[in-house]
Structures are given as structure tokens and as C-alpha cells.
């Protein structure tokens, strides 16, 4: 039996009433404490904050009742057990005490046995609220600073997984929290060409786990676009990070896309994502885009594969990506949205509506049921890029002087040329002149342009003509691993010089390939596509743009571009 | 959801009924790794298999780790169309040997 002391109130204006009672709980082992009115038993109960209270119905100045009521108003959140002690015999009598918030009441005279079953049977009662009362208050004490470390860390987690430039006008996106984190990731960033890579990711498993591996991976993605590297090196650099950080088990579906305005084309790599949509505005036709590898972070960086997919991409048409949340979203019966559900809503004619119908009908169909995993819809559009703001390039690293006067020069061969993206490292050397980082954007378009050209018409020998229909488009990368594969002999040569002038400089750039070089009219760059469509295909018209002077050698296998600046002067 | 196993020689077979998610985490790791230290080929049976979510394909890879890493000897066998897709879309028939 529970023996624990209680302290006992017991209020009677019977005086020898109350002290026979005080002396039967006295007896039992409790401590008690006496009241001889209603009045008297609340100021008891305020003082010494009795465990039980044995309270008389009928007392002068403020009856049992009254002091009840008053009693329990007080106690509040507390439990204190009242026991009404009566004579009255009245069922309709007895039953008004409970109402007035008494929990029992025991008949005089008291029968001693039925008094302490009563009080150990609250006893118990008491003890049991009181755990319960501890355990909430810590439970809700740590939910409370849970909930306030998951709230900042979501700001934080906010700021690096879903940052960079999904406000541009041709992204439409949403994103539904799970939980405060969620597990999928949305990342997109301008590259300095001007060209979009935009990330999506789905971490196995939702909160902190998807949330930590979250970030490393937004470092990398933001970093190494901002520098201008290609997708795949993105991509291997993520795979080895997370591979390394992450337990085995826990992975990241994947997919990256590079968007080129310049170039029509969107390239993509995607890992363990359900098939995207992509449609084409000249058809009014979706197609799909499957996975073709693993998820990042499940395979060592020797056995990863890189390999990506080009398509076609030309104003109009979109790409829409999703992570599997839609797809798995289910409706009251458990059933699930699925993948032809989803890709009925493209039978619709207007392509505007597709976003919005998508998620009119996940929710409709998910409906009271919510959902059960992340979501994350996008709709990627292919513009003008006339439409999209200039690149904003960060310019508040470096240092204010730098190397004003130098030459290098840089081969690439064979190997190299297969596997290697020499743009950042030259980029990184040119940017350590301070005046050229204010033109980084239109650096990096300039010698992408001139390393494509060397390398992919050049040395690999392919015409530009093959990209300007859909059928060619494929044959042109066709062509392009065949070529990749043979190899020989081959070279790209950058030969940079820079020179100071009075009041800015100049640079001076001589790419030249192994290539077999094309017809070029040195006084006449700046013909219309119709004119000369190998100009265009070559992005000539563009390099012509960005620089002050462009002049090709030979067969066409050199060319050598120049550009100037004037030194700002300090305001 | 109930997961049996069974041992035939040194092939251990574990069956997995209904949805295989993250509730089957301890359940199914306990299944390969109480299991006898002459055991090592893996089937995972997934005839009774309705539905298999991120974390169970988690739970694979764990079992692969196991089993020895690009040296183990897993196949996973009988699934349903729904788990033959999500084993599909996650490429994991570069891992495991799927039947």
C-alpha cells in the first residue's frame, strides 16, 4: 500500500468533530492542518498548500461548497483532492457537492477504514499527476528550446539552401516544409557567362540529417558556379563531399541542370529523381528526362559517373523538375498521386497553366490527407536572355592592386582537353587584375566562347550547322563523343599578355587550336546570321561584341582578340 | 511490417512484407546482422514487399556496407512493379542485382 505522509486539511466548525477526525489522519501518519469555516479553510489552503482537504458541507460563513469552488479556482493546474464530509443523505445533496468540484465525499460517522482506502486511493491519483505534471513540464520545456534552436538554424538553413536566383522571371518554383527543415534542396545560381545551373535535391530522410548535408552541398554548388566551372566538376566535388560527411544509407537525389541562353541547350545530370517533364513549345509535346545514375553521396569519386545528357532548349519550352513528393503524395485512401496523373495535367493546351495545374491537383487530390513527403515543383523556361537581369558578379574579394604587367602562356593537349575545364584556372589568374574583375562577366563569355570554338570546331572538327535542328542536335553530340574518343596530336594554346597603358591597361589574347582552321573575312564580323551562319555558329558575332579588336591568322586555326580599359578614377 | 529471415548454406534470404520503411530500420539491420558469420550472399525477397520509401533504399546500402561493399553479393528478388520502379529511378541495379 502507498504509505507516503501526506499533509492533510480538514475544515469542520464541529470542533470535536474535527478533532476526531484529525486524530484518525493523524494516526494513519499524515500531517494535518484545521479549519473551522470556509473562509478559514481557503486561507489554510493558501498557507500550507495542503495535498488533501477533507472539507465539512455545512459551515458558517462560507459553506463547503463555496470554498470548493474558490479552492480549485486556486489550485489552478495543481490537483488538490477535496473530500466533502457530510451527513446529508440526499442523492440529489450528495451529487451537488461533486458539482460544486468536490472529487468525494465520505458519510459521518466516519468509518475508518473507508477514510483511509479513500485517502490512499487519491494518494495514488496524486502521485501520478504529479509525474505526469513533471514529465509535460519537461517535455514542453525541451520542445520549447527545441523549437526555438530549429527556428534559427532554419534561418540559417534558409539563407544557404534556398538563396541564389530562383526569383528570376523565368523560374517559377515552391517548396512545402515537411517538418521546420525540410529534406529537399533548390538551389540556382548564375554562372559568369550568364548562364543558369540550378540544383535540385532530395535527402533521404527529412529535419537535421537532409538539413546538415544541406549546406556543405549549397557551398560547393554557389561557390564553383560563381567561379565558372562546369556542371560535372560541380557535381563530382558534391558527390566526394558527401560521400565523405554523410553515413552510409543516407544519400542525395540529384538533379543539375545548365541552362545556356547563348547556346539553346540545357544540359542534365540526374540521379535517382522520378522522370522530369520537358516541354516543347514546337510540338506542344512533353518529354521525358530520366535518371541515369545513382544518387550523390552513395558512390566512391573513382566509380562516380558524370555523364550528362544535352537537349535542345529554345524559347518556349520548359523543364519542369520535381522531387518525389508529388509523385508520392496520397489521398485518403492511400493511394498514390503517381506519375501518369502527373503527366495528364500536359495534355492541357496552354503551357502557362501547367505550374499552377500541377499543384491545383496534388493538393486536390492529397486534399484533408496533406502530404507525406517534401514537395518541391520548378519550372525552368527558356527566354531571350534580354529578359534576365545582368550577371551580378561579387566583386568584394580581391585585392585593390594587383599583377598589371605579364605574360602566359597555356597549352592544353589531348588528355587534358578530354576531361579538364581550363576556364576557371584562367579565370582566376585574370581576375587577380583588379580591373578585370569589373569584367569578369563579359571575360568569362569571351574565353568560353574562344576555348569552344578552338576545341569543339577546331580540334574536334564539328560544324555548327548540325545544332540548328533537334535530329542534328543529337547528331552533333554524337559526332562529338566519336571525336572525343580519337584524340591525337592534338592542342588548344592561350597565349594571355597584358600590358599597362597610361591610364588602364590592355589584354591581349591568341588562341590557337589543331585544328583545320575556316573561312574568315577579317574586315567583316559583324554580318547578320542569315549572312553567314558559320560566324554565328561560332558565337563570332558575340566575341565581336566584347571586345575592341578581333582578328583571325593562317587557315583560320589563331585568332586574336584585345581588350582595354580606362583606370577608374577614385571618387 | 514482419521481416523473416532464413538460411540456406551461406546464403541468408530476408523477407520483407508490406510498406518497408524507416519503422523496419532495427528490425531488418538485426536481420543481417544476427545473422550466422558463414553467411555471404544476401537475397532480400521482396514478393510481399508493397511499397519501399528512401529510407529502405538507405537500409539496402547499409546491408551492402555489410556484406562488403562493391564486393558484396546482394540480390534482391521478386519485386512488384511499384518497388521494381523505385529501385529503377534510384539506378540501383548499379549496385545490387535486381530479379
Known amino acids: 500500500m502507498d504509505e507516503t505522509p501526506l499533509h492533510i486539511l480538514v475544515a469542520d466548525d464541529n470542533q470535536s468533530d474535527r478533532m476526531i477526525l484529525c486524530a484518525i489522519v493523524k494516526k494513519m501518519g499524515h500531517s494535518v492542518c484545521e479549519a473551522a469555516d470556509g473562509n478559514e479553510a481557503i ?20 459553506n463547503g461548497q463555496q470554498a470548493a469552488k474558490s479552492i480549485k479556482a486556486l489550485a489552478g493546474e495543481d490537483m488538490v483532492p477535496i473530500i466533502f464530509l457530510t451527513s446529508l443523505q440526499e442523492a440529489s445533496d450528495l451529487a ?8 468525494d465525499f465520505i458519510s459521518k460517522p466516519y468509518n475508518k477504514i473507508i477514510l483511509q482506502a479513500k485517502i490512499n486511493a487519491f494518494s495514488r491519483m496524486l502521485k501520478m499527476h504529479n509525474t505526469l505534471q513533471d514529465q509535460r513540464d519537461v517535455i514542453r520545456e525541451n520542445n520549447e528550446h527545441m523549437r526555438h534552436e530549429q527556428q534559427v538554424a532554419r534561418a540559417v538553413y534558409d539563407n544557404v539552401a534556398h538563396s541564389g536566383c530562383l526569383d528570376l522571371p523565368n523560374i517559377k518554383h515552391m517548396l512545402s516544409p515537411f517538418s521546420i527543415f525540410n529534406g529537399d534542396v533548390l538551389l540556382a545560381a548564375r554562372k559568369p557567362s550568364g548562364s543558369i545551373h540550378i540544383l535540385l535535391g532530395d535527402f533521404t530522410g527529412h529535419g537535421l540529417p537532409a538539413a546538415i548535408g544541406a549546406m556543405p552541398l549549397a557551398e560547393i554548388f554557389y561557390g564553383m558556379t560563381a567561379k565558372g566551372f562546369f556542371m560535372v566538376d560541380i557535381l563530382r566535388e558534391i558527390n566526394i563531399k558527401l560521400k565523405k560527411i554523410l553515413p552510409v544509407g543516407y544519400f ?19 540521379g535517382g529523381l522520378p522522370d522530369f517533364g520537358l516541354y516543347r513549345k514546337e510540338t506542344g509535346e512533353i518529354e521525358r528526362i530520366k535518371s541515369n545514375h545513382l544518387p550523390l553521396g552513395v558512390l566512391s569519386s573513382q566509380a562516380f559517373d558524370a555523364d550528362t545528357a544535352t537537349f535542345r532548349f529554345i524559347p518556349g519550352d520548359k523543364l519542369y523538375m520535381w522531387s518525389d513528393g508529388i509523385i508520392e503524395a496520397r489521398n485518403t485512401e492511400g493511394e498514390l498521386f503517381g506519375d501518369e496523373r502527373l503527366f495528364a495535367i500536359f495534355d492541357e493546351p496552354d503551357s502557362e497553366l501547367f505550374f499552377d495545374n500541377i499543384l491545383k491537383n496534388v493538393n486536390q487530390f492529397a486534399g484533408e490527407n496533406g502530404r507525406d513527403d517534401d514537395t518541391t515543383l520548378l519550372e525552368l523556361s527558356m527566354v531571350d536572355e534580354s529578359e534576365i537581369a545582368k550577371v551580378d558578379i561579387d566583386l568584394s574579394s580581391g585585392a585593390v592592386t594587383g599583377p598589371t604587367d605579364w605574360n602566359m602562356v597555356y597549352t592544353l593537349r589531348d588528355e587534358t582537353l578530354k576531361t579538364f575545364n581550363p576556364l576557371p584556372v584562367m579565370l582566376n589568374i585574370l581576375n587577380d587584375v583588379p580591373a578585370l574583375r569589373n569584367l569578369s562577366g563579359q571575360l568569362y563569355t569571351l574565353m ?22 533537334a535530329d542534328g542536335f543529337a547528331e552533333y553530340y554524337r559526332l562529338r563523343n ?27 589574347i591568341v588562341v590557337e587550336d589543331s585544328g583545320e582552321g575556316f573561312k574568315y573575312d577579317n574586315n567583316n564580323f559583324n554580318l547578320k546570321s542569315e549572312d553567314n551562319s558559320a560566324y554565328c555558329g561560332r558565337g563570332i558575332p558575340l566575341i565581336y561584341s566584347l571586345c575592341d579588336s578581333l582578328i583571325y591568322f593562317g587557315k583560320g586555326n589563331k585568332v586574336q582578340v584585345c581588350l582595354s580599359w580606362k583606370t577608374q578614377l577614385e571618387e | 511490417m514482419p521481416i523473416n529471415t532464413s538460411i540456406k ?29 558463414g553467411v555471404n550472399k544476401y537475397v ?14 538507405g537500409m539496402l546500402l547499409l546491408l551492402r556496407d555489410h556484406a562488403g561493399g562493391e564486393s558484396a553479393n546482394v540480390r534482391i528478388s521478386r519485386c512488384n512493379a511499384d518497388v521494381k520502379k523505385i529501385l529503377t529511378i534510384s539506378n540501383f541495379e548499379q549496385l545490387f542485382t535486381i530479379e
Not at chain 1, 448 to 469: I, M, Q, R, Y
Not at chain 1, 483 to 491: G, I, Q, W
Not at chain 2, 29 to 37: G, I, P, V
Not at chain 2, 44 to 57: E, G, P, T, V
Open chain 1, 448 to 469: 568560353a566562347e574562344l576555348f569552344s570554338n578552338a576545341f569543339e570546331h577546331g580540334v574536334l572538327g564539328l560544324s555548327s550547322d548540325l545544332k540548328k535542328t
Open chain 1, 43 to 62: 486561507n489554510q489552503f493558501l498557507e500550507h498548500k495542503p495535498d488533501i482537504i477533507l472539507l465539512d458541507v455545512i459551515m458558517p460563513n462560507l
Open chain 2, 44 to 57: 532480400i525477397d521482396m514478393a510481399k514487399a508493397s511499397y519501399l520509401d528512401s529510407s529502405a533504399l
Open chain 1, 252 to 270: 542525395c537525389c540529384t538533379c543539375m541542370v545548365n541552362l545556356s541562353f547563348r547556346r539553346q541547350e540545357i544540359e542534365v545530370w540526374m
Open chain 2, 9 to 37: 548454406g551461406d546464403e541468408l534470404t530476408v523477407v520483407v512484407e508490406g510498406r518497408f520503411d524507416f519503422s523496419a530500420h532495427q528490425e531488418f539491420r538485426d536481420a543481417y546482422e544476427d545473422a550466422d558469420s
Open chain 1, 482 to 508: 566519336i571525336a572525343m574518343e580519337s584524340l591525337k596530336d592534338t592542342f588548344v594554346k592561350f597565349d594571355f599578355d597584358l600590358e599597362p597603358l597610361d591610364k588602364g591597361g590592355k589584354l591581349t
Open chain 1, 96 to 103: 451537488t457537492c461533486l458539482e460544486s468540484g468536490g472529487d
